[in-house]
């Protein structure tokens, strides 16, 4: 789930500029992170991942940060370009009676204006 | 990487009819899973699918109105039953890659279902 104090639903930047969105997950035993693009009309796309003894991680110009003290997930976009322009979904992994289960936060829009 | 198919694209179904939902994918996978998004939301999980028994429910969703099948280990099906508006919805199977990094889901392009 995501923190009211720390969700953003919409973010907009300027191309060119680093996009930082952040995710609040809730449950401590929770040890499996990711990050999901999802564009309009498709599903959602793997991004990057992070496991709970890890606090950062960096892809091709995304890093995730991982704060396990608070519970805080974010996710930075350096560069931003108007093809990031879509819905960012953070997901956590949480051990269920099927095995283990993603449980999605409830998403933020980016908008990169040129 | 892998291709994940899923069958159709989008419908349009009257109320009370069942529409059946295929997932197919090109490679082996280890665990498939069921997802729906309800218009401007975020994805909830329906059901885990498990080759050759039940699959796994999450709260909230029951075999009635949701039965699941995967009669092997790439492919699967979700049939909504007696369907509402309410459940118009985009529906996403989703894979976990034998070999690949354990527990990374990968998800098909969703089906996207109107219920008149």
């Known amino acids: 789930g995501e923190s009211v104090g720390l969700h953003l639903p919409t973010l907009s930047v300027q191309e060119g500029d680093n996009s930082i969105i952040n995710c609040a997950y809730s449950?401590?035993?929770?040890?499996?992170f990711i990050w999901y693009k999802q564009e309009s009309g498709k599903g959602p796309q793997f991004i990057i991942d992070?496991?709970?003894?890890?606090d950062k991680r960096q892809g091709q110009r995304v890093t995730v940060l991982l704060n396990k003290t608070v519970k805080h997930l974010s996710l930075q976009i350096a560069a931003t370009q108007p093809g990031d322009s879509a819905v960012y979904f953070c997901?956590?992994?949480?051990?269920?009676?099927?095995?283990?289960?993603?449980?999605f936060g409830k998403g933020t829009t980016l908008s990169v204006s040129s | 990487s892998a291709v994940i198919s899923q069958k159709p694209s989008r419908d349009i179904c009257q109320r009370g009819t069942s529409l059946t939902i295929q997932c197919q994918v090109d490679?082996?996978?280890?665990?498939m899973f069921w997802y729906r998004q309800q218009p401007g939301q975020s994805l909830t999980l329906i059901a885990t699918?498990?080759?050759?028994?039940?699959?796994?429910?999450e709260s909230g969703f029951v075999i009635d109105k949701f039965p699941i099948s995967r009669p092997n280990l790439t492919f699967s099906t979700l049939t909504v039953s007696n369907m509402s508006p309410e459940d118009s919805s985009i529906y996403l199977c989703?894979?976990?890659?034998?070999?690949?990094?354990?527990?990374?889901?990968?998800f098909g392009p969703g089906t996207r279902l109107t219920v008149l």
């Open positions: 997901a956590e992994n949480r051990p269920n009676q099927a095995g283990t289960a993603l449980i």
């Open positions: 490679s082996q996978v280890t665990m």
């Open positions: 699918a498990n080759q050759g028994s039940e699959a796994t429910y």
């Open positions: 449950n401590s035993a929770s040890d499996y």
């Open positions: 989703s894979v976990v890659l034998a070999g690949g990094r354990a527990d990374t889901q990968y």
């Open positions: 992070i496991r709970s003894n890890m």
